[in-house]
């Protein structure tokens, strides 16, 4: 098909293209004395990303799930008693992959299009008075269905429990495009992935940990090889690693960090909520509603949207991928077929949206859905231009059109 591809899939998301050209590159020797001087500033920024200031970053050739795991198993021990909720497709993975590494898990079970319920977690540390849970883990951003999580109150939840185990986060579709503050909700591990808010392909798992997790380290007994912190940090004090490293991925890192400091990161995060509002004021539009129980779960980088009963979501998602070039995210497990999703994270913009929603307003007329073309691209629309005059303060279309000023000037 001629044109762009529309890929609005969660992740893995538009390369933009300065990275692209940036990961177009010679092999190098990953032992030469220069090779530090691409390496080291990456740790650093990356410590940006997560705010933390004395925080570890790990990077391994591997995906989010290797995140998880780097992160488990470099600070728990088998048997461990941890805490997890469990409240979509990741959630759930992340809480299996605990299991089978043979962590005792505690899962609590929430309704999915909720999350992670801060005051159910301080009660249960509370009732542990021997301190016998090692570790709570949260998913910041649920991908499967379009739900965010205050870690900063689960951070205080467990202070007012006065628990120490440690926090450990999932930010693979959260972290560098949904706030996210390692310090300052003193997050312990916290996980990234090249795929989503980084703009890469997949192929970087991406770990921070705090002081305390690295003291964690040094008692823990699950069993490790690849991802063991210990040979990374020792490699990567000089700037190197312990095996060969991914290097257009780390030539792609460099200018995906570039790019999202130009921007700046809170205008990053602007950038998504904007966009998410925007999606979010088109499902209304249709009709329909988002997976999302209420406006305190909403999600900016996803948007899992609710196909009326006796329709199939992955009918609307083929029917967008084979007319339309447009990839939607599919429903995951629980509600396969009940919803399709909207990625709109990473490199995106006002008018990427408006497209994806117009694709997705033919695919859903397609199989019979009862919604008015245009309806939603209409009030997307018309809430970016709202968000836009906002933000440039312009005068109102009577100032400018020349009628009366509110100091009661005539323009010329
Ligand atoms: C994508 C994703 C993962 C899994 O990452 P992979 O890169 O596919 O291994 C984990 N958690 C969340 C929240 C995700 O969105």
Not at 39 to 53: A, Y
Request: proline fraction near 5%; charge should be neutral.
């Amino acid at each position: 098909m001629p044109g762009r591809h529309f890929l609005f899939v969660p992740g893995p998301t538009n390369v933009p293209d300065r990275v692209q050209r940036a990961m177009v590159v010679a092999m190098e020797d990953h032992r030469s004395s220069k090779f530090p001087d691409l390496t080291l500033p990456l740790f650093q920024d990356l410590k940006k990303v997560f705010k933390s200031t004395d925080g570890q970053v790990f990077i391994f050739p591997s995906s989010g799930t290797g995140g998880w795991e780097a992160a488990l198993t470099n600070t728990l021990s088998p048997g461990d008693k941890v805490v997890a909720s469990r409240f979509g497709q990741f959630s759930h993975l992340w809480i299996d992959l605990a299991q089978r590494i043979g962590l005792d898990v505690q899962v609590l079970e929430e309704e999915w299009g909720t999350g992670v319920k801060p005051d159910k977690i301080e009660a249960i540390l509370r009732a542990d008075k021997e301190q016998k849970i090692k570790a709570v883990l949260c998913v910041q951003n649920e991908t499967a269905t379009g739900v965010t999580s205050d870690i900063g109150a689960v951070r205080k939840a467990m202070d007012a429990a006065g628990h120490n185990a440690l926090l450990y986060v999932d930010g693979v579709s959260s972290i560098g495009s949904i706030d996210f503050r390692m310090d300052e909700w003193r997050v312990d591990l916290a996980v990234a992935g090249s795929q989503k808010g980084l703009m890469l392909p997949a192929g970087l798992g991406i770990v921070c940990a705090s002081q305390r997790a690295l003291a964690a380290y040094k008692t823990a007994q699950c069993k490790r090889v690849y991802f063991d912190f210990g040979d990374m940090i020792k490699a990567n004090a000089t700037g190197y690693f312990p095996y060969t490293p991914a290097l257009p991925m780390l030539y792609g890192l460099r200018e995906a960090l570039k790019i999202l400091f130009e921007e700046k990161l809170e205008h990053v995060f602007e950038r998504h909520h904007v966009l998410a509002s925007g999606v979010r004021e088109a499902v209304k539009a249709w009709g329909l509603t988002p997976c999302a129980k209420g406006p305190e779960w909403y999600s900016d980088t996803v948007t899992a949207i609710v196909v009326p009963p006796g329709f199939n979501g992955a009918d609307v998602i083929d029917a967008a991928f084979r007319r339309y070039n447009l990839s939607l995210g599919a429903g995951l497990s629980q509600v396969a077929g009940k919803v399709f999703r909207i990625g709109h994270l990473g490199d995106l913009n006002d008018l990427m949206v408006c497209g994806a929603l117009a694709g997705a307003e033919m695919a859903m007329k397609d199989v019979g859905i009862d919604v008015t073309l245009g309806s939603g691209v209409g009030a997307a629309q018309a809430y970016f231009r709202s968000t836009i005059m906002a933000k440039e303060k312009k005068p109102t279309e009577q100032e400018a059109f020349g009628v009366l000023h509110p100091e009661g000037v005539v323009n010329a």
